[in-house]
């Protein structure tokens, strides 16, 4: 009589390949900007040099520098929020912008930034108070990133 037995490569593989293709998915979704990246694309918008420094400091505080950063309701670099600047299902808000393009999309959360930053001034972001010097742990963007 002949013993049976289980063959387990073909689940072990497909399990190795979901594993991959997830780990792959989170890092193709999950994007850090380092603050020269940031400086560049600040420059690419048009924002005046002498804010760099500021907007890199919000960035770091609200988000770490992740482009994909998501709580409840806030999205992207800048942490915007969806109660006011942005729309869920749709363009909406006071950006007309939906919330999941301040993820995809850097210069449309500059953008939305700047706006929130006009209506609010500085003082929309809670961080801010980290912000007015230049803390230690960042560059000087304007003098260090060669832009």
């Not at 808000?93 to 500085?122: F, M, N, P, T």
Request: hydrophobic letters at 40%; glycine letters at 8%.
């Amino acid at each position: 009589m002949q013993k049976k037995t289980c063959n387990y490569k073909p689940i072990m593989r497909a399990f190795f390949l979901l594993f991959v293709l997830a780990s792959w998915s989170h890092t193709a979704l999950s994007w850090r900007i380092s603050p020269c990246q940031l400086a560049g694309e600040l420059k690419r918008a048009g924002v005046p040099r002498g804010e760099w420094n500021r907007w890199v400091c919000i960035a770091k505080y609200e988000s770490g520098f992740e482009t994909f950063a998501k709580s409840r309701y806030d999205f992207g670099l800048f942490q915007i929020s969806s109660l006011h600047w942005c729309g869920i299902q749709a363009r909406g808000g006071g950006c007309y912008v939906r919330c999941d393009d301040l993820l995809r999309d850097i210069q449309a959360s500059i953008r939305c930034a700047r706006h929130i930053k006009e209506v609010q001034g500085w003082g929309a972001w809670t961080v801010i108070n980290r912000c007015w010097g230049r803390p230690s742990d960042l560059p000087d963007v304007t003098r260090s990133c060669g832009l």
